[in-house]
């Protein structure tokens, strides 16, 4: 079991997804329980099923001097780190730090591979992929890094993690490890996940894609709504900022089970967030809110109903918001991270959108409407393939040891 870390500052965050650009907007669609899930209108040869899609990508253009990043996945990025002001603060910790003392790890998990199947959809009778799709910054895993990197002038230490949905989560963690042990002195963390037919055509070909809008924890849930989302925070050692809410703790561990089914009993699930309680210095008591992996899906909506329901008391609050964004994948962790943020700022627990009647795994603590209590601790859950599971744990700023 790991010992407590210190806790680090939350300085600034944002997310732009279905709901919106930026932290008011998601903030109203919370509060109103507003979906932006939509009939699929995505590709050539749309699937018969509901998306998250975000407004505005395709009339964004980048900078003349980023031109050759262009491509959906980064436009989308650009797009959310122009919300709430996200620039200007890493600007300012980089005149605090400079450019080689932040780091920035971000997680995705397919990147700009939608330029890369346009490419090859556009191959000409020679078979070489068409002039304007020749570049190298686009049909790489990293491009998304490297473009970030580039757009906020960053010359630390850059990492792509891509471990399915719990990517931009596990972000998170290898910033806390990396300034706890010096190597840098703040990290920009996150994700951004596009929507795109490797993503939408894989999960139907796994038959996990729901035909009707996602319905995690319902009894008839049918499976998952794919989204797209950026979302991005600044991690800063606590002295930085006395008032910010702090990240606590982590947990990572893997099933070793399975590469796309949870373990039945969810015991690395329930390791991961025991680890994140234990790095934090938490009892399950101490815990207001959880917000769920929740997919929809039919395993593992069952196996966090069941570990949720054993390892918490009913005062503990917690609720699934993918039937309002989709599952983001790569992106789902900041999106979450971010909306548990919220919930802690405004004492607002978000309902367990699209769910009428729960599992029969649901315990007490499920908030199937939204609620008002204020929220001292709130833990988000990423499971991903693989079984590569994670917990993050947040406190108001008062809160934290």
């Given amino acids: 079991m790991p ?40 590709s050539s040869e749309p699937l018969a099923c509901w998306i998250g899609r975000v407004e505005g990508i395709e009339a964004t253009a980048l900078p003349e001097p980023l031109a050759a990043w262009d491509c959906r996945n980064n436009r989308l990025a650009w797009l959310g780190l122009n919300q709430d002001d996200f620039t200007g603060a890493v600007h300012a910790a980089r005149e605090r730090y400079g450019s080689d003392r932040i780091a920035l790890i971000l997680g995705t998990s397919t990147a700009s591979i939608g330029a890369t199947e346009e490419a090859y959809r556009r191959l000409d009778a020679q078979g070489r992929i068409p002039a304007d799709l020749r570049r190298r910054e686009i049909h790489v895993p990293h491009s998304l890094t490297g473009f970030v990197a580039a757009v906020l002038e960053l010359n630390g230490p850059t990492l792509t993690v891509s471990t399915a949905c719990s990517s931009s989560a596990k972000a998170f963690a290898h910033a ?69 809410p702090r990240l606590l703790g982590y947990g990572e561990s893997s099933d070793a ?64 918001t993918k039937a309002l964004t989709g599952h983001t994948l790569g992106a789902a962790g900041i999106v979450e991270a971010a909306i548990a943020l919220l919930a802690m700022a405004d004492g607002a627990v978000p309902g367990n959108a699209g769910c009428d009647e729960p599992d029969v795994h649901c315990g007490p603590q499920w908030a199937l409407r939204n609620e008002r209590q204020r929220i001292d601790v709130a833990l988000s859950n990423s499971f991903g393939f693989g079984g590569n599971n994670i917990c993050l744990a947040f406190a108001r700023a008062e809160r934290a040891p």
């Fill in 3 to 42: 010992n407590p870390i210190p806790s680090l500052a939350v300085t600034a965050f944002t997310v732009t997804s279905a709901l919106g650009q930026g932290l008011e907007a998601h903030r109203v669609a919370l509060g109103a329980g507003r979906s932006g899930l939509k009939p699929n209108d995505f």
């Fill in 257 to 320: 089970h399975h590469m796309s089914s949870p373990h039945p009993q969810g015991l690395g699930a329930e390791l991961a967030m025991r680890d994140a309680l234990a790095r934090a210095g938490l009892e399950p008591t101490q815990v207001d809110y959880i917000n769920l992996h929740g997919t929809a899906s039919m395993k593992n909506d069952e196996v966090e109903a069941q570990l949720v329901t054993r390892s918490f008391p009913s005062t503990t609050r917690a609720s699934s």
């Fill in 176 to 244: 806390e490890r990396m300034i706890r042990l010096g190597l840098v002195d703040a990290a920009v963390v996150g994700g951004v996940d596009t929507l795109c037919d490797s993503t939408l055509f894989g999960f139907n070909a796994l038959e996990l894609i729901s035909p009707e809008p996602c319905k995690p924890f319902d009894r008839a849930r049918r499976g998952i709504s794919i989204g797209e989302a950026a979302g991005f925070a600044l991690l800063e050692r606590s002295e930085a900022a006395s008032d910010a």
